[in-house]
């Protein structure tokens, strides 16, 4: 650790170049996924700017389980369906699994109003937010199950 001190003593401007280029790395990053939403954000924004939520993740597993007013249009379909998309005057927030792919989505839509939802559906779950649809994600009643012992 020491001699980590000693390097940036010894070497201020390696260091100051380096820090530079991390915080443009990081504000560019952020800027090109597109604008977050926190999962406590989302529910003021869809009721009081009636903000639109599109999930795109495929259909199986949306219909495990999704945010409540939510509509599935798979990224795959995604390019097919921008015009209609655009067309949305209110706010759009876009739901993927984790945050990623809605970043890309964000970019591919390329309109004003258009946001990602921060941690995707698993950071809604983390959040404690409910999904809804969740009938095929729980075990199903009257099955027994398989015994391990003969």
Not at 36 to 59: E, F, H, Y
Request: proline share 5%.
């Amino acid at each position: 650790m020491d001699r980590a001190f000693e390097f940036v003593g010894n070497h201020p401007f390696l260091f100051g170049i380096l820090a530079v280029l991390a915080v443009l790395f990081f504000a560019i990053e952020n800027k090109r996924s597109g604008k977050k939403v926190s999962p406590n954000t989302l529910g003021m924004m869809v009721n009081s700017q009636n903000a639109q939520l599109i999930d795109i993740r495929a259909k199986k597993k949306f219909t495990t389980g999704y945010i409540q007013g939510s509509r599935n249009i798979p990224f795959t379909e995604l390019k097919d369906r921008l015009a209609e998309i655009r067309a949305i005057e209110q706010p759009v927030i876009i739901i993927c699994d984790m945050g990623i792919q809605a970043g890309a989505a964000v970019q591919m839509i390329a309109k004003e109003n258009v946001y990602r939802l921060e941690g995707g559906i698993g950071g809604w779950q983390g959040a404690g937010m409910p999904l809804v649809g969740l009938k095929d994600a729980q075990p199903k009643k009257g099955k027994s199950k398989p015994s391990l012992h003969k």
